[in-house]
Every structure is written in C-alpha cells, then in structure tokens.
C-alpha cells in the first residue's frame, strides 16, 4: 500500500508567478485536502476535493485553486504568487467524509 | 481568529517523564479532537483521537483527556522517550458539515525528551 506522495519536494519562485503542485492519494482513498503551514505554524485548511468536486474550502482567495482526477490524484494551483505564499503545502487524503487524514510530507514552495 | 490554542509552544521533558500539552477551543460544534505527530522534513502523523462523547482515551503510551464543559482537552505521553522528540499539534473538527471546514490546527508543541 502506498503513502500520500507529492511532487516536487521543494520549488522556488518568483513573485507574480504561478505554481502547480501534485498529489497522489493513498490507495483506496477518494478524498483529497490541501493545507498551508507557515514556519512554525500549524496546518491552515485550503480546500477539499470529493469526486472531483470542491466541498469545502478555508480562508483562502481565488486564486487558491485545484482540480481532482478520477484516479484520485489531485493538483494545487497558486496564481500571482505573493511573498507570504512561502509555506510547506500539505495534501491530506482520506476515505470519504473521513476525519482520518493521511498527510504526505509536503511540497516547500519559497517565493523570492 | 484562531479558533483551537495549544501550549505550551516548547517543552523539555527528561526521558521517562510524563509529557502534557494543552489545547482550549472556542467552537462548540466541534466534535471531533485528534492530536498529529510531525518530524522535521514530514507532513502530520495521526497519533490519537477522540470525541466529545468521553473524557479519556488511551492508546498505549498516549492518552487524549476531554473536558467538554471547559472546551479543553490534552495529550499525556508517558514514559516519555527522546523517540518521541517531535512537534504535536492538536486539532479540531465539526464533523457534522463534512470536512467542508476542514481540520483547524493548535499552532504546535515542540517537544525535546532529554536522554
């Protein structure tokens, strides 16, 4: 069984720049969510994905955005990259309206 | 606003104590309350959870305790080990809307266990 795997590990941009991050879900698992963590900071819920719908979403503007794919998998889309968008984005997946997340290990977008 | 607040923000415990942290909420909706795990370089572990309908869970050297009327609940690690040198968040959630909210995040415990 695999884990939650994201791509790439690390990335930096530039300001005004846009970004796609990926995920692969767990095996089995039809629920994807996207969370923020600043340094030093916990988790800030962005949006979820079931059956490649949006059902949920935080605190976070438009151009916050994402897709999910019938296979599950999942892209997180960053337009006019801003400085305070450097932060270790999380993908979480889960089975259905599960609360039980299964974290991969992030993807460290540094904005310059 | 942040709706979940955990401390303290760093805690040095000799190995074989026992480790506490805190977390108050604000949100009475929410109903479900799970403590994650990070080491640095990886995404959130689940450790333990619990929900408002008891006042402690215990899994092996973790135990999660409720108090529903104070909107409060904290982690024990005991016998604390330098394994366990880590960061702890609590977290929060209102099951009842689906997820649509997502999971609201404490801001982190960094633990030290001291050999």
């Known amino acids: 069984e695999t884990g939650v795997t994201q791509s790439p590990t690390h990335l930096i941009k530039t300001r005004g720049q846009q970004v796609t991050l990926r995920c692969s879900s767990q095996s089995g698992h039809n629920t994807v969510s996207w969370y923020q963590q600043a340094l030093g900071q916990g988790p800030q819920f962005i949006f979820q994905y079931y059956r490649e719908e949006e059902n949920g979403r935080g605190n976070f503007p438009p151009r916050f955005s994402g897709l999910q794919f019938p296979n599950y998998s999942s892209e997180l889309n960053v337009n006019a990259l801003e400085l305070d968008d450097s932060a270790l984005y999380l993908c979480a997946s889960s089975v259905g309206q599960s609360e039980k997340l299964f974290f991969g290990s992030g993807t460290q977008l540094s904005v310059l | 606003q942040q709706q979940v607040k955990q401390s303290p923000q760093s805690l040095i415990v000799q190995k074989g104590g026992i480790s506490i942290i805190n977390c108050a909420y604000e949100?009475?909706?929410?109903?479900?309350f799970p403590w994650y795990q990070q080491f640095p370089g990886k995404g959130p572990a689940l450790l333990i959870a619990?929900?408002?309908?008891?006042s402690e869970k215990k899994e092996g050297r973790f135990t999660i305790s409720f108090n529903k009327s104070a909107k409060q609940f904290s982690l024990h690690i005991m016998d604390s080990q330098p394994g366990d040198s880590a960061t702890y968040f609590c977290?929060?959630?209102?099951?009842?809307?689906?997820?649509?909210?997502?999971?609201?995040f404490g801001k982190g415990t960094h633990l030290i266990i001291q050999p």
């Open positions: 949100n009475t909706a929410f109903d479900y």
């Open positions: 977290a929060a959630s209102d099951h009842a809307r689906g997820g649509a909210d997502g999971l609201t």
């Open positions: 619990i929900r408002p309908d008891v």
